[in-house]
């Protein structure tokens, strides 16, 4: 045997080749690593933070959801003009205001007020939430929001 040829003939030594198949495969599963970590922190962050409370879709084209207790929540996803002319929350056809939805009416009893939840999807499609308190049919506060 020569002195040169003794690395090439070793059998420990790889070839070019595999050595090339070795860094492929290695990338393979690294991107597959990768790909699967992706995967699986997108599905963790789809968890409800409230799974006790009914979760609705109000705008599917937004894709809004409203969450609500059962108990003390009456759910109604109507808009304002389809409401009853008796109810504080009621609007006309024509109003500018027609564009709202009366998602739900919440009632708890160590509070005076009924608190309405109302949608609107906004100028634009800038979707929002408002919280409208209701005392003796007068409308006295409003707290807009998009969550």
């Keep these: 045997m020569k002195a040169g040829n003794m690395y090439l003939s070793s059998p420990v030594m790889d070839t070019g080749t595999e050595f ?9 599963l690294l991107l597959s690593a990768i790909f ?9 962050q ?3 933070y409230f799974p006790n409370l009914t979760r609705v879709s ?9 969450g ?26 024509d109003s500018v205001f027609a564009e709202w939805t009366v998602v739900a009416k919440y009632k708890y009893e160590k509070l005076a ?4 939840i109302i ?3 906004g100028m634009s499609d800038d979707p929002g939430f408002g ?7 007068i409308e006295e506060c409003q707290i807009p929001g998009i969550q």
């Design 20 to 28: 090339l198949n070795k860094q492929i495969m290695t990338t393979r």
């Design 119 to 121: 949608y609107s999807a």
């Design 36 to 44: 699967l970590l992706t995967i699986l922190s997108a599905h963790g």
């Design 68 to 93: 609500y207790d059962k108990k003390t929540t009456h759910f109604i996803n109507k808009p304002c003009y389809a409401l009853d002319e008796k109810d504080p929350r009621h609007c006309f056809r």
């Design 113 to 116: 007020d009924t608190v309405y």
């Design 58 to 66: 109000i705008d599917t084209s937004l894709k809004v959801f409203f």
């Design 46 to 48: 789809a968890k409800m």
């Design 131 to 137: 919280i409208y308190c209701i005392t003796r049919g």
